[in-house]
């Protein structure tokens, strides 16, 4: 059973910043997509970014090169740089992997964009 633990969220103001770290219960190759999806209230869960071996990162078109994602293998953590953050990226923000096929997802951390 995979298990994700999420943290970094909290409350920050416009144009400020965060890094959302995320580490998995097992070892998670790195051929294994690892990521980050959020959801705002009454809005469906939406990509945020994503990350494996031999290909380039995915990004969603909202993040206009404000956030990286990045991850440390030995560590099964993936992270998520967060810049110049706006009130419309207030959401609960998770993580997940992809491991044979099947979706695992962390509890999700609250990210507040407010001044």
């Known amino acids: 059973q995979v298990q994700l633990v999420e943290s970094g969220g909290g409350l920050v103001q416009p144009g400020g910043s965060l890094r959302l770290s995320c580490v998995a219960s097992v070892t998670i190759l790195s051929s294994n997509f690892m990521g980050w999806y959020r959801q705002a209230p009454g809005k469906q869960r939406e990509l945020v970014a994503k990350?494996?071996?031999?290909?380039?990162?995915r990004y969603a078109d909202f993040v206009q090169d404000r956030f990286t994602i990045s991850r440390d293998n030995a560590r099964n953590a993936v992270y998520l740089q967060m810049n110049s953050l706006k009130p419309d990226d207030t959401a609960v923000y998770y993580c997940?992997?992809?491991?044979?096929?099947?979706?695992?997802w962390g509890q999700g951390t609250q990210v507040t964009v407010s001044s």
């Open positions: 997940y992997t992809l491991v044979d096929g099947e979706a695992y």
């Open positions: 990350l494996r071996s031999g290909r380039d990162p």
